[in-house]
T-cell receptor
Framework: DVKVTQSSRYLVKRTGEKVFLECVQD?????MFWYRQDPGLGLRLIYF???????EKGDIPEGYSVSREKKERFSLILESASTNQTSMYLC????????????FGPGTRLTVL | AQSVAQPEDQVNVAEGNPLTVKCTYS??????LFWYVQYPNRGLQFLLK??????LVKGSYGFEAEFNKSQTSFHLKKPSALVSDSALYFC???????????????FGRGTSLIVHP
């Protein structure tokens, strides 16, 4: 079974803190994605990576950065957390070709106070 | 550009009745289409996909979807709903003619399916 794991299910941080969300996949997928999910807005893509050290901005990259030093690991970084970044964060991975479905992690519910 | 619409925020159906969750799409070329399900406090799980060939696609948990090119639709269906099917359903599309962005699917906003006992 493909597994995508995320470092935390629930996280509570304070405004201004630096926050790291980690995602690991075990299927040798080239593509990895970070989304945020908010009620009524669906999934919005934050960043995407198709290879080690490669990254592309998604629809809402402001306030976020990413790191992909190893193929299996994709980290999302909130440099200075703000209350409007309170959300559910979902990581996903897939093989390179567009015909392939994505596999999602369980999500991290982040609350910024 | 690619886009997808799920016109219903919520669908209510009685257990044992057939269900349909609607999805329409817009692409420049041919679409790859996907359905995912999300149970409460969980990530999304893949249900089924249309790539090419037979317009009726069968997937997990008894779900199927019908690709209709003339109506640009890919509605999700199940002949007999279960209470355990209650979840959030997402449709996604990739445009096969997009270069660069073809790895990145566009998701609909999701439809909440509620199956009443």
């Amino acid at each position: 079974d493909v597994k995508v794991t995320q470092s935390s299910r629930y996280l509570v941080k304070r405004t201004g803190e630096k926050v790291f969300l980690e995602c690991v996949q075990d299927m040798d997928h080239e593509n990895m994605f970070w989304y945020r999910q908010d009620p009524g807005l669906g999934l919005r893509l934050i960043y995407f990576s198709y290879d080690v050290k490669m990254k592309e901005k998604g629809d809402i990259p402001e306030g976020y950065s990413v790191s992909r030093e190893k193929k299996e690991r994709f980290s999302l970084i909130l440099e200075s957390a703000s209350t409007n970044q309170t959300s559910m964060y979902l990581c996903a991975s897939s093989f390179l070709q567009a015909i392939n479905e994505q596999f999602f992690g369980p999500g991290t519910r982040l609350t910024v106070l | 550009a690619q886009s997808v619409a799920q016109p219903e925020d919520q669908v209510n159906v009685a257990e044992g009745n057939p269900l349909t969750v609607k999805c329409t799409y817009s692409v420049s070329g041919n679409p790859y289409l996907f359905w995912y399900v999300q149970y409460p406090n969980r990530g999304l799980q893949f249900l089924l996909k249309y790539i090419t060939g037979d317009n009726l696609v069968k997937g997990s948990y008894g779900f199927e979807a019908e690709f209709n090119k003339s109506q640009t639709s890919f509605h999700l269906k199940k002949p007999s709903a279960l209470v355990s099917d209650s979840a959030l359903y997402f449709c996604a599309v990739r445009d096969t003619t997009s270069s660069g962005g073809s790895y990145i699917p566009t998701f609909g906003r999701g439809t909440s399916l509620i199956v009443h006992p």
